[in-house]
């Protein structure tokens, strides 16, 4: 999934339930805003690795059981991860999901591709359409508030 999807996911699960919604968001960010500079500079081949590594659970556990806002930035990281992981499957290369065990397997074939030339890929790819799909659900739901004579969603406590 691409960037502004996994903010949407993590607002949409904040919005969801009792998490906090800025750490849930936060949480989903670190994979990439970790991974991408290290691979854009060469200290990765992978734009999946340490952020993106499911055996971080060993730190996401004690993050988790230190309060409402560790929880919210686990959960949110956790998110992360299952979007990518949803998203190698749906495009066909169910063995790409093996970045969740990086750096003990790493995949043989990796779509190491940055940032820009990934976008290129990504466009009219399977998971770009389930992508399209759920902004346009998000904006047909936000309209229909709106019309409704509700606040925007977000915008209640302004």
């Known amino acids: 999934m691409l960037f502004p999807t996994h903010l949407l996911a993590a607002w949409l699960a904040g919005r969801a339930s009792r998490l906090s919604t800025p750490w849930l968001v936060a949480g989903t960010a670190v994979p990439d805003l970790l991974d991408k500079p290290l691979a854009t500079v060469g200290v990765t081949s992978l734009f999946h690795s ?25 959960v949110g990281w956790a998110l992360h991860l299952l979007l990518d992981t949803v998203h190698v499957v749906v495009n066909g290369r169910p063995g790409d999901a093996v970045f969740l065990l990086w750096p003990v397997v790493v995949p043989t074939d990796p779509l190491a591709l940055p940032p ?43």
Not at 50 to 74: C, D, E, K, T, Y
Not at 127 to 140: D, I
Not at 148 to 156: D, I, L, N, R, S
């Open 116 to 158: 820009g030339s990934f976008f290129l890929y990504y466009l009219w790819s399977p998971s770009f359409f389930l992508e399209v799909a759920l902004w346009l659900a998000v904006a047909g739901l936000l309209v229909r508030r709106w019309r409704g004579g509700a606040p925007p969603v977000g915008t209640e406590s302004l």
């Open 50 to 74: 340490v952020g993106h590594s499911a055996l971080l659970v060993l730190l996401a556990v004690p993050l988790a059981l230190s309060g409402r806002v560790g929880l919210s930035a686990a």
